[in-house]
């Protein structure tokens, strides 16, 4: 059986594609592979993966709020219905979404 997978996309572009790697309490983590879209994205996410590192809550939640106003959207390759709100981390090649 195929593992789940998602495209994250912003207005249309794909950021990235999710696979479902574990189930942890509330977080799905997945392999991310970045899309045409991520690049612009990329500083948003390492402020806060970095931010969440140091330490800095409010930093981080900041950087988490910036994320969400940026439209996201995960689309299940299965074709069941898309997710607006969630929660989302992407450092390198890996990932993690809550919703």
Not at 27 to 43: D, K, N
């Amino acid at each position: 059986m195929a593992k789940p997978r998602w495209q994250l996309r912003k207005n249309g572009r794909l950021v990235g594609t999710l696979t479902l790697t574990e189930v942890d309490m509330f977080w799905s983590g997945c392999h991310f592979e970045p899309g045409a879209a991520w690049e612009e994205l990329a500083p948003l996410f390492a402020a806060s993966h970095d931010a969440w590192r140091r330490g800095d809550e409010g930093a981080a939640l900041a950087a988490d709020e910036a994320i969400h106003e940026q439209g996201l959207v995960l689309f299940p390759d299965d074709g069941g219905a898309p997710m607006e709100e969630f929660l989302i981390r992407i450092s390198g090649e890996d990932a993690r979404f809550r919703y």
